[in-house]
């Protein structure tokens, strides 16, 4: 079992220990930790996409939703959630439909969880899976939350005119399959010991004990 | 709350170009209002109470200790490991694998499949794991330079002298205390919201103060079963002496770059609270009887104030002159006088160091708790985990917000190599944050994004190249790497102490000036430094023990009136 900090921490590392930018990294991270926190499986659904990511070096998706544009790529679903949720301006209260094959649709939609505390409405389907977050708290139907690949997501962002509330933080923590392929990931931002920053690194110096 | 009651008063809050100096923050030291202070005055107010329910030692002092104290609402408990450690195996370095004592504070009161878990596990510390039912995690390790001495004097019925306790401060020094989620622990969301725990650091606070009883009560154990009966207890009035130490290395530092929202109210909280003792109009002989009461007190503790360091040593001289200038200029200060401690404070600007200035200015909070105490409240502040980038932002305005509140930043000339001789990396083999030298080390292309200044700059110049009506939405897609500082401008809107304001990737940078600054609003003294990146401090000394706490709690615990120092 994982807290919410380290599952946090270990995604931020992990997306930039797969290449991506600090700022898109840390977005991970809060991905990870918001979908845990509505007890979905956040650091899985992160993996999906940095895996992906990491395979083909995919750095960034140079995507403007509202422009046809053709992709020969897999598109990771947080650096979509990422663009999206970015130009989201543009299309509160429109049906997006997104018809690109999509690593990690549950990482899409973890980008959004926070527009709650903006009163968004967000209801996101892939597949048979439909999940909806608003003012009647997280509401799922169908079984696949965190398929590998979807081939077509459908999501609507609406903002509420009243005020909306995130659910009440379950402190139940979920099991992470893949904690030890994310760790790995992070181990790629850690710069190895030399014999001097072991005895110095943290400044202690040969005189430590007292 | 605090915002609307000061538009009404004449506050006069520093500007952040002078606070958020590193020289200045490295000078601080504690308050009223820091995180021990106010965990102390909860304990009494709210009378809590204290016992020990498990002490299974050996005649030598190794074994399982419990104290539960009980609140209001709650009970929490130190579960406590005394273990044996070779005296070459004691280091207080991180890469240390074992320690004489290792602690949690469980949420509750364990049961024995708890301790039993728990004795598995927190010996191991970072190699153990932990539930949600544990707040924090420590260890601590003796000092080689007291605790034998004091063990001795015990044994033999004798008591250790006050300059002896005095040289040292403390029995065993924490090495490490851990919270908030790490290895498993409880994540601080699971408990913010509880009354006592909504400070900053009050797990952590309350878990050291009870080890302090804990070592207290075990050098007694092991005293009285190893004498043939001629030994004794500490003396309550010399027991007080003994504060927990803690010794410190670059690990703490990047806190305050890490968490700028909740350095901002730290250091917020403690301004307006300077600003409200130089608002007051008119002197009363009361406040100036007290000030003077520990001002002398002060004095007193200076003096015994040790460090072989000469980043300290050279502080010290400068506070203990200083000391005495303040002491000479408030008995010249007229009774009359308007605005008197804001004439003190002017004054001190002019004729005193800054190390002096910090002393003078934590000094002057402490005749007004009306005043103070109730910033306390504003310290700790929800970071904003669930922010946005709003894409629709115009460029401009970014750039706006950086000539406004990021000015320093943008005059330093960060070509310079000794402007960038630094980088902040983490270490693989513990996993802590470490201080590279980027043109003779390996590792910078790993950096960790906290150099701001530079980071900042980087984005200036970019968005001058860009147009002025682009929006952050088509920046981020070209320039992915602006991302953290374009967040990190944008949260920290408005927040004027939010961060430090100079190069912390400079040649010229001590670390330690960031380790006092944190270390100071726990409430720590007797900073002494090892190097410019590790201190050793001492916690809780001269604090009342709990019956003490609830019978007679007197809040100046820091200043006492000591004896027998010569």
Known sequence: MFSLGEIESNCNKAARGAGLSWGVAQECGLIARHLTELGLPGADAVYLSLKCIHENKINELDLKFGMEREFDQLVPGVLLGIRLADQVFNYSGEDIKIAHSVVGPLGFFGVFVRLLSENFCISVSWSDKWISLGSSGLLMRGKNTNPFLVSKINCRIEKSEKRLFFPKLSKKRISIENWTNLTRLAEQTYVPSSQTSRLYGAGAQDNDSD | ?566
């Open chain 2, 1 to 566: 709350m605090i915002e609307a009651s000061l538009t009404s008063e004449r506050v006069l809050c520093r500007d952040p170009d002078e606070v958020m100096k590193l020289e200045r923050l490295g000078s601080f030291h504690q308050t009223r209002l820091s995180f021990m202070r106010q965990l102390l005055r909860r304990l009494s107010a709210e009378k809590w109470t204290f016992c020990r329910p498990i002490w299974e030692m050996s005649a030598d002092g190794y074994g399982t200790a419990v104290y539960t104290v009980k609140g209001p609402e709650r009970e929490y408990s130190l579960v406590g490991f005394s273990n044996r450690l070779r005296d070459a195996d004691r280091s207080d370095r991180v890469i240390a694998t074992a320690w004489d004592l290792t602690f949690v504070l469980y949420d509750g009161i364990p049961k024995a499949s708890d301790i039993s878990r728990l004795k598995k596990n927190v010996p191991r510390q970072e190699a153990g794991r932990y539930s949600e039912k544990e707040l924090v995690l420590g260890r601590a390790n003796k000092s080689v330079r007291l605790w034998n001495k004091v063990l001795e004097l015990l044994r033999n019925g004798q008591q250790p002298s006050v300059s002896e306790i005095e040289d040292v401060g403390y029995l065993m020094r924490t090495t490490a205390v851990y919270g908030s989620g790490k290895f498993g622990l409880c994540d601080r969301e699971f408990t913010k919201d509880r009354v006592e725990l909504r400070s900053p650091f009050q797990a952590e606070m309350l878990a050291v103060y009870l080890v302090r009883c804990l070592v207290c009560d075990l050098i007694e154990y092991i005293a009285v079963k190893s004498s043939n009966g001629v030994a004794c207890k500490i003396k309550p009035e010399l027991r007080k002496y003994f504060g927990i130490g803690n010794s410190t290395g670059l690990g703490m530092a990047p806190f305050l770059v890490t968490h700028p929202s909740l350095f901002h109210r730290w250091i917020k909280a403690r301004e307006t609270a300077i600003g409200r003792i130089r608002s007051i109009e008119n002197y009363k002989l009361d406040d100036g009887i007290l000030f003077r009461r520990l001002l002398e007190s002060t004095i007193t503790s200076v003096s015994c104030w040790k460090s072989v360091h000469v980043i300290q040593t050279n502080k010290l001289k400068d506070l203990r002159r200083d000391l005495k200038k303040i002491k000479s200029f408030f008995n010249k200060l007229s009774t009359d006088q308007k605005y008197p401690w804001d004439t003190l404070f002017l004054w001190a600007m002019d004729k005193l160091t800054v190390e002096g200035q910090e002393a003078l200015f934590s000094l002057m909070l402490e005749p007004f708790p009306h005043l103070v105490d109730e910033l306390a409240s504003e310290m700790s502040v929800e970071e904003n985990n669930y922010f946005r980038i709003d894409g629709s932002i115009e460029c401009r305005r970014v750039s706006k917000i950086i000539e406004k509140d990021y000015a320093w930043a943008l005059k330093c000339d960060y070509s310079k190599a000794e402007d960038q001789a630094r980088f902040w990396y983490i270490s693989e083999e513990k996993l802590e944050p470490r201080l590279g030298e980027r043109f003779k080390e390996d590792g910078a292309d790993l950096e960790q994004p906290l150099a701001i200044g530079r980071d900042i700059v980087q984005l200036y110049e970019t968005l001058n190249a860009l147009p002025d009506n682009l929006k952050l939405a088509d920046l981020l897609m070209k320039h992915p790497d602006l991302r953290h500082t374009i967040r990190r401008i944008l949260q920290n809107g408005g927040q004027k102490y939010a961060e430090i304001r100079e190069n912390i990737i400079s040649s010229k940078m001590k670390p330690i000036d960031m380790l006092r600054c944190k270390l100071s609003f726990f409430g720590a003294t007797r900073f002494d430094p090892r190097s410019d990146r590790w201190v050793r401090i001492c916690m809780y000394q001269n604090a009342p023990f709990p019956k003490e706490l609830i019978e007679k709690y007197d809040d100046y615990w820091p200043y006492p009136i000591l004896k027998g120092t010569g």
